[in-house]
C-alpha cells in the first residue's frame, strides 16, 4: 500500500468516527481509492452510527453537548447529517448530506459542507468542502475549496487554499 500517513496504518484512519479496521472495505492500493470508497459507502457507515445519536428531526442526529447556532441548513435529501458530541456549527452555515461531523469539531461561519464528506474530531472547518475525508486535528478554517480530497490529521490549510 503506497504511504498514506508517516504516523498511521490503513486501518487507523477514521471515517465516520469508525477506524477503517472496523468496516467492510477492500484492500486499497493507492490514496484516491479510499476516497472513490468513502463515496459510494458512506450511506452504510453514516446508517450504522445513528443508532448511537438522539434524532433533531430531519434526519440530522446528534450527540452530547452540541451547539447549533442560528441560521443553519441542513439538507438531507440525499442522506443524514450526524454531528458527534461537542460539536459546534457556527451562524450560517450550509450542511449536506450524507455527512459525519466528529467530536469538538467547530464549523467556522458561513461555511458549505457538501455530500459525502467525513470530518474527524477536533478539526476546524471553513470555507467549502465536498465529498472529501478529514482526519482528527485537522484545519481548514478559513475560505478556500477542498473536494474529493483525503487530508491528513494535524494538516493546517491556509486562508484561500483550493483542491480537488
Not at 20 to 35: A, S, T, V
Amino acid at each position: 500500500m503506497y504511504p498514506i500517513t508517516l504516523t498511521k496504518q490503513l486501518d487507523d484512519i477514521e471515517i465516520c468516527g469508525m477506524r477503517l479496521g472496523e468496516l467492510k472495505h477492500p484492500d486499497f492500493q493507492y490514496p484516491w481509492e479510499i476516497i472513490a470508497w468513502h463515496r459510494d459507502n458512506i450511506l452504510k457507515n453514516v446508517e450504522y452510527r445513528i443508532k448511537n445519536f438522539e434524532s433533531r428531526g430531519n434526519n440530522v442526529y446528534v450527540g452530547k453537548n452540541v451547539a447549533i447556532d442560528e441560521f443553519i441548513v441542513f439538507n438531507t435529501e440525499q442522506g443524514e447529517v450526524i454531528l458527534d458530541d461537542g460539536a459546534h456549527i457556527y451562524p450560517f452555515c450550509y450542511i449536506e448530506g450524507p455527512c459525519y461531523i466528529g467530536a469538538n469539531t467547530e464549523i467556522k461561519p458561513h461555511t458549505q459542507i457538501r455530500k459525502n464528506t467525513s470530518i474527524g474530531h477536533h478539526c476546524k472547518i471553513g470555507g467549502e468542502v465536498s465529498a472529501s475525508i478529514f482526519q482528527p486535528y485537522t484545519n481548514k478554517a478559513h475560505h478556500g475549496f477542498v473536494g474529493d480530497s483525503y487530508i491528513g490529521s494535524w494538516v493546517n490549510l491556509g486562508a484561500g487554499t483550493t483542491t480537488s
